[in-house]
């Protein structure tokens, strides 16, 4: 007997069927009824009449039918009509989508294809938590992303909304712009707060990735005492309220601040950005602790006595033997305090000031006094540039691993 279903053709009794699927579609017009049923009784009506309609849907399309492909192309083509109907080509693509996924659905659970790729042995509540599981993973994504897929089409609006216009639901071209992303570019205020990130952030980066590597390094070490207890301290940026900390860098920056201007004579606008780096440099230490202390949970210290024995110093061994082994790991804390610092707005209040305003407290001062969809823009920027950090974060985590012998070549 095979380990797995792979060719199934038996279908499943048609009760079956169109009680899984009333019920999906149940579940899904519960949540539209929620947001937008003005009593109780359309609240009702939404759900019953929604998977009324997909029962009846899907008992059409099984008659008619005996194998998903043409019913695919059906579906696609009502769904079309329907959209056209509604005098949108906007609704007619989604109406073809909606199509092509409810039949494909339909014929799915009907001619028995989510046993396929699974183990003959898995019962039926197996199989139900197998799926279930997945669509409560799928549910928490869609949470978790929706916010960005909304921000990414709205920063082409032609217009200065921040809602979606007739055009834009319409896919009529000039309903997009690039007139938002222009003004980015050509306005002095934005610019110079995208220049500032790009000053403050990498300098706080590299000095997060030096103490950081050289912490966690020190703390790698089992003769060193209170390790627990310094590793606690040295994490707490990420553990207590930021509010909390940002409070706490003002009044000890501030003394620090009159002390470099006061007693050094540094210039004013200096001192403001040492501030800010040195407090971004604060929250970035953490992320690398952390990163680099996984990287050397695998690392192999035999290596380092054998160059030890050899004649090398430690840091030619640091450099030569150790650092290429963990740099992954480096590299990785180094891009999250990287986004950190880019991204951080509430300490850079309190310890900056208008000289040192960053890109984040330009967006933030966008929305408290002037509602710009400028804003959108930059903030498609901002969700592009963590998008390729994270994914960079994410090779670099399987080169490590590889490297270590943690995961096949």
């Known amino acids: 007997m095979a380990n797995t279903l792979d060719n199934i053709t038996v279908p499943v009794s048609l009760p079956f069927t169109l009680s899984l699927v009333g019920l999906l579609v149940a579940a899904i017009a519960f949540v539209a009824g929620v947001s937008t049923a003005s009593d109780f009784s359309e609240f009702l009506l939404t759900v019953g009449a929604g998977s009324g309609l997909a029962i009846g849907f899907?008992?059409?399309?099984?008659?008619?039918?005996?194998?998903?492909?043409?019913?695919?192309?059906?579906?696609?083509?009502?769904?079309?009509?329907i959209g056209?109907?509604?005098g949108s080509s906007g609704g007619a693509l989604f109406g073809i989508i909606f199509g092509v996924v409810a039949a494909r659905l339909i014929f799915w659970v009907h001619l028995r294809q989510y046993r396929r790729g699974l183990p003959t042995?898995?019962?039926?509540?197996?199989?139900?938590?197998?799926?279930?599981?997945?669509?409560?993973?799928?549910?928490?994504?869609?949470?978790?992303?929706?916010?960005?897929?909304?921000?990414?089409?709205?920063?082409?609006?032609?217009?200065?909304?921040?809602?979606f216009t007739p055009e834009m639901l319409s896919l009529d071209p000039e309903g997009f712009s690039l007139k938002h992303y222009k003004d980015f570019w050509n306005s002095n205020e934005w610019q110079r707060s995208f220049k500032n990130s790009l000053i403050i952030a990498?300098?706080?980066?590299?000095i997060s990735?030096?103490?950081?590597?050289?912490?966690?390094?020190?703390?790698?070490?089992?003769?060193?005492?209170?390790r627990r207890a310094i590793m606690a301290v040295l994490i707490s940026p990420m553990i207590v309220p930021l509010i909390i900390s940002a409070t706490g860098m003002f009044f000890f920056y501030s003394k620090v601040g009159n002390f470099m201007e006061g007693t050094l004579g540094l210039?004013?606008?200096?001192?403001?950005?040492?501030?800010?780096?040195l407090a971004?440099?604060?929250l970035g230490i953490p992320f690398v602790i952390i990163t680099v202390t996984a990287t050397l949970v695998g690392f192999d210290r035999s290596l380092t006595r054998a160059a030890a024995n050899m004649g090398a110093d430690p840091v030619t061994t640091f450099f030569k033997i150790q650092m290429p082994l963990i740099l992954p790991g480096v590299i990785s804390g180094g891009l999250f305090a990287f986004i950190t610092s880019f991204d951080e707005v509430v300490v850079v209040l309190f310890v900056g000031s208008a000289s040192q305003k960053t890109l984040p407290w330009q967006m933030?001062?966008?929305?408290?006094?002037?509602?710009?969809?400028?804003?959108?823009?930059?903030?498609?920027?901002?969700?592009?540039?963590?998008i390729a950090l994270l994914t960079t974060v994410e090779l670099l985590r399987r080169r490590s691993e590889r490297l270590r012998g943690m995961s096949p070549t």
Not at 58 to 81: E, H, K, Q, W, Y
Not at 122 to 144: D, E, M
Request: one cysteine or more; proline letters at 5%; a neutral charge.
């Open 209 to 226: 990735v030096s103490l950081g590597t050289l912490a966690a390094i020190g703390l790698s070490q089992s003769h060193v005492p209170f």
């Open 58 to 81: 899907a008992f059409a399309l099984i008659s008619l039918f005996d194998t998903a492909r043409p019913a695919m192309i059906v579906s696609a083509l009502l769904g079309a009509a």
């Open 267 to 277: 210039d004013k606008n200096l001192v403001g950005y040492i501030k800010v780096v």
């Open 121 to 163: 042995y898995l019962t039926s509540n197996q199989v139900l938590w197998h799926y279930g599981f997945r669509a409560i993973c799928a549910a928490i994504f869609i949470f978790l992303i929706t916010p960005i897929l909304v921000v990414l089409p709205l920063s082409f609006n032609a217009e200065d909304f921040f809602t």
């Open 280 to 282: 971004h440099a604060v």
């Open 202 to 206: 990498p300098i706080a980066t590299m």
């Open 84 to 86: 056209l109907s509604l």
């Open 364 to 386: 933030f001062t966008g929305l408290r006094e002037q509602i710009s969809p400028t804003i959108l823009a930059v903030a498609t920027i901002l969700v592009i540039i963590s």
